[in-house]
């Protein structure tokens, strides 16, 4: 998986797009993507040049990750 960390530059502690929930305390991306907190990452491209990033957490990645399949699977 390339997660490019590097583009994020100083770590932020980023919180959940969904629920919102704040990342644990922890101090760079890696340790956030790791076990235990697997948080996920996601990019999106914004219109422009930018690049839209979201974060969430584990129990959104499971909804989030059944609502993109479903939308990408077989009819
Ligand atoms: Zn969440």
Redesign the pocket.
């Known amino acids: 998986m390339d997660w490019d960390l590097g583009t994020f530059g100083t770590f932020t502690r980023p919180t959940?797009a969904?629920?919102a929930?704040e990342a644990p305390e922890i101090d760079s991306y890696y340790a956030l993507i790791g076990r235990p907190f697997s948080w996920r990452m996601t990019r999106h491209a914004n219109g422009d040049a930018s690049i839209l990033v979201k974060w969430?957490?584990v129990?959104?990645w499971r909804t989030y990750k059944v609502a993109a399949e479903g939308r990408s699977g077989p009819a």
């Open positions: 959940c969904d629920c929930a969430r957490c129990p959104c």
